[in-house]
């Protein structure tokens, strides 16, 4: 579900009820179903859980899935690294810095990579949409607004956001890898990689 971005769904409180599920050491939790209206508290809080990434050789973005740490991103964002230097979220209360990251999981067919940061803090999440294949119509529909971070200057010590349209629930492209991907339309930057898609009701897609 992507177009320049990380493309995993993400729940909110507030659409039907938010389940959890542990997978090895991670729980991700779900709501799938299609959310009425916006929810701007939700937007705001998974704001707080999007991270910049910093490595020795770039800069891109994540998010946290499960507050103990656990973060998604683009496998391209880290795989010319030889480390990683720091994970920040600019928009957090207060604005966290951490240098302690461990590389759990990565997946070169579907560029994916997860990340843990270690740490005691309880981290902000943002709840994934659903734990198993359902259409996407059940989240997500043809003109739908959309939202993207990007960072706010050159530091990455803000983020800044952006709106768009979800063109197309199923568009294919094997440069991406496998299977169907949400088509949306939005500005691109550098560095924005491996950040969510917000919907209007605060889930990524």
């Known amino acids: 579900m992507w177009m320049g971005w990380l493309g995993v769904a993400i729940a909110i409180s507030g659409c039907a009820s938010a389940r959890g599920r542990t997978y090895g050491e991670v729980t991700v939790h779900e709501g799938a179903d299609r959310p009425q209206g916006g929810n701007t508290a939700q937007l705001g809080r998974s704001r707080e859980a999007i991270a910049v990434i910093e490595t020795d050789v770039g800069r891109g973005m994540g998010f946290v899935i499960d507050p103990r740490g656990y973060v998604i991103t683009n496998r391209h964002v880290i795989e010319d690294a030889d480390h990683i230097e720091s994970i920040s979220f600019p928009d957090g209360e207060p604005a966290r810095t951490y240098e302690s990251i461990q590389v759990v999981y990565t997946d070169p067919e579907q560029d994916l990579a997860l990340l843990r940061i270690r740490t005691d803090d309880v981290l902000p999440y943002v709840p994934l949409a659903s734990r198993k294949v359902v259409p996407v119509g059940r989240y997500l529909e043809e003109h739908d607004v959309v939202t993207t ?57």
């Open 149 to 205: 971070f990007r960072r706010g200057d050159d530091k990455g010590d803000w983020l800044a956001l952006d709106h768009g349209n979800v063109d197309r629930l199923a568009v294919y492209n094997a440069a991406a890898g496998p299977g169907a991907f949400v088509g949306v339309s939005s500005v691109v930057r550098r560095g924005q990689s491996g950040g969510p898609v917000l919907d209007e009701a605060g889930r990524a897609v």
